[in-house]
């Protein structure tokens, strides 16, 4: 499985982004599809997923980011608006059976990672 994450760069507080993963043919047979990210100093935390079933978002990206899924391109998007710079983190492209692996600490237990991508929130 080949997830390329891109779209990330450096944005102003109150600005929007938009990550974009794009996966291979070998990854549809995973049916989820998000985002895991790495702040600083801090461990990794599930922020968004997609699947046929469900939509995931982590309690402290809700209402500001919103994701979706080109079926027909196999990319699915993450659109970040009201951006803070505690969004400030490497976003990583990752895929899995189903969205649960997204929360909490189950995404320990991902095995389908694509490279990251930096978003940073600053003035």
């Known amino acids: 499985v080949q997830l390329q994450a891109s779209g990330g760069g450096l944005v102003q507080p109150g600005g929007s982004l938009r990550l974009s993963c794009t996966a291979s043919?070998?990854?549809?047979?995973?049916?989820?599809i998000g985002w895991i990210r790495q702040s600083p100093g801090k461990e990794r935390e599930g922020v968004s997923c997609?699947?046929?079933?469900?939509?995931f978002y982590a309690d402290s990206v809700k209402g500001r980011f919103t994701i979706s899924k080109d079926n027909s391109m196999n990319i699915v998007h993450l659109q970040m608006n009201d951006l803070q710079p505690e969004d400030t983190a490497v976003y990583y492209c990752?895929?899995?059976?189903?969205?649960?692996?997204?929360?909490?600490?189950?995404?320990?237990?991902?095995?389908?990672w694509g490279k990251g991508t930096q978003v940073t929130v600053s003035s």
């Open positions: 990752a895929a899995d059976v189903r969205c649960t692996y997204f929360s909490g600490d189950y995404w320990k237990l991902i095995n389908n």
């Open positions: 043919e070998s990854a549809a047979h995973y049916d989820a």
């Open positions: 997609i699947s046929s079933r469900s939509t």
